[in-house]
């Protein structure tokens, strides 16, 4: 019968108690389990990376717990073994993973890698936990080191990632941080206990550092509440909501609706403050006139990017933002009728000609006439830029700042003309295509609903080992969530001329 090796903590539940004991309670006594998540996907990416730059290993990568530690047991003593993947140490009740332990000097160096273009002190916490625990399970350190990403690394193609990963010293930087390490554990093992009570800690900036806690609205819920209302919270206001509110509150007004409007300054606070007080919908009287004015055919346009944290495509480096997808509706005149199926589109994952087909078949579908609408234009505008720019597109650049000239952001438009009661001080087209004819729904069970969702997508379909059919399935997901934000920006345009 195998060994049972029973712990209590790990490196990330350590981490999680550091940023706040409340955090840590909830990892225990009641967590949430998060969607997938981008990071997880690109750390992944990089681990492989990492195992591949190392070269033949001893690789205990994806063993379970036990297995892993009986392994590492027996090895670690091989003198013909030079190198270990994912080594496991277990000790006072931690359980943690080594992502590179290189055999040194009499002794071992241990690699910690982040997939990060930079150090941040945040991490030598983190390698302080690793360190401590091999080193107090019997094992000589010579050195600790972080491994990341070289933002001055650009891929060639051929596979050769030679100078992709850096790697800075640490064993002495960290020695004052290993010496916290035990007291940490010896307090934070408390709260695994059934009967430790959810520590009163106040909301703060924690919260959101060194990353932003997935609890964040279970602690809001447990903040006293005022008396039930049908009211807005000055919160929603862009930009300085949180601020206002908190200014209000010590004149003891909580609702955007019981601020006297001439204190509001900005003419869109008094609009949206109206809006909310009368459950009303404005349009500027101006917008109609406003939008006549740009030419028709109108194109709809939307891209999907993705940060590469490993490039795969030659000529980029890493965490390039990479576009892999465009949708376009085409729009001829007022008396047309377009729908989910008359649009066109581009996607691909890792072919190296990935920038030239996806802009050379956009040029092709928006044409060289017209009014090229896209929401939160700026994405679309610098990625069209970074291409224009590249010395293999100069036969293009023309084109394409052609292009970006016509380019219309409908953003800006229902900034200064259009606020519903539903937006709640926010613009996202998600959010607008609520308070607008025309069915768009995101919200389907099992579709795509954002670009975090699209770029996990993006990661999956450029995956070897991904099979045909769920590379089939993720590109008709990808290809309607794609589609959807195209086709709602006809239906906000459309609304907006017609009032």
Known sequence: MNKIHPYILTKTKISSGMQCQKKLWFDFHDPIIEKKNLQIYQGNKFGETVRKYYGEAADLTNKNTDLALSETAKIINDEKIKVIYEAAFLYS???????????????????????????????????????????????????????????EFTYMGDGNYNGLIKEKELTEEILDKEKLVQSNIDKLKLIADKNFLNPKIE???????????????????????????????ISILPYKGSELEKEYK??????????????????????????????KTWVSDEISDNLKKYDFPFYFMDFETIQQVVPIIKGTHAYYQLPFQWSVHKWNSLDEEIDDKSGKFFIDFDNQNIERNFIESLLEATGDKGTVFAHSASSEKAALKRISEKENFKDLSIKINKLILRVVDTLGIVKKNFYSPLFMGKYGLKIIVKAIPGFVNYEEEGNISSGTEAGIAWYICADKKTTKEEKEKQIKLLKEYCAKDTLALYYLIKYLIKK
């Open 250 to 279: 010590e004149k003891n007004i909580h609702y955007l609706e019981d601020i006297p409007a001439r204190e509001l300054k900005k003419d869109s606070y008094r609009i949206i403050q109206d809006c909310h007080k009368n459950n």
């Open 93 to 151: 009740d931690t359980f943690i993973n080594a992502d590179v332990l290189l055999r040194k000097n009499n002794g071992w160096e241990l690699l910690e890698a982040k997939s990060s273009l930079q150090h941040k002190e945040e991490y030598n916490e983190d390698i302080a936990i690793q360190s401590y625990i091999i080193k107090s399970s019997g094992i000589k350190l010579s050195s600790v080191k972080l491994i990341y990403l070289d933002d």
């Open 203 to 233: 909301m703060g900036e924690h919260c959101n550092k060194p990353h932003p806690c997935i609890y964040i609205e279970r602690c809001k819920n447990l903040l006293p509440k005022l008396p039930k209302s049908n009211k807005t919270p």
